[in-house]
Structures are given as C-alpha cells and as structure tokens.
C-alpha cells in the first residue's frame, strides 16, 4: 500500500460485474501470494491523481473484498453505477 502514494495508477482497473456490483472506478492490488485484495479509488480522478482513497482490504475468497467494497461505497450490488 505504501507503494500507492507514489504511483496511485498501481493497480489493475475494475469494471462492472454483473454480480458483484460496478467498481470501475476502483482499482486492485494483490498481496498475500493474491489471496487479498486492497480495492482503493483515485481521488479526484485517474486524469488528475492526488490521493487514494482505500475503500477495504480483504479475501479475494468468494468474491468477499468486492461485494465489501461495493456496500461501502453505497451502492446496490448489481445496480448502482459510479459517479463519472
């Protein structure tokens, strides 16, 4: 996570599972041999980085971190999209 401050891009990009929820606005990190997830968000924008913001650390297992990740940011599973 250190990492992150320096290269807030780090991460792989999310997208819209039709399952877990829409967190293309979020990115991932693995550690952990990729058994956990950091999903963080880069504020204001990718364009203009100036912070990230971690929304959960967590399992990857079941798809826990990303269905934590997406009732933390608020939103429906399935259902609501970020803001662009």
């Known amino acids: ?7 807030p ?3 792989q990009p999310l997208g819209d599972h039709p399952d ?3 967190l293309s ?6 550690f952990d041999k990729a058994r ?5 968000r880069v504020v204001p924008d990718e364009t203009d980085p100036k912070a990230v913001e971690i929304i959960v650390v967590g399992r ?3 798809f826990r ?3 934590d990740a997406v009732r933390r940011l608020g939103r429906t599973p399935g259902v609501d999209a970020p803001q662009k």
């Open 65 to 67: 971190v990303y269905y």
């Open 60 to 62: 990857r297992a079941d």
């Open 1 to 7: 996570m250190a990492s992150l401050k320096d290269k």
């Open 20 to 22: 877990v929820g829409d």
């Open 36 to 40: 956990r997830r950091v999903i963080y």
């Open 25 to 30: 606005d979020c990115r991932k990190i693995y």
């Open 9 to 11: 891009l780090l991460g």
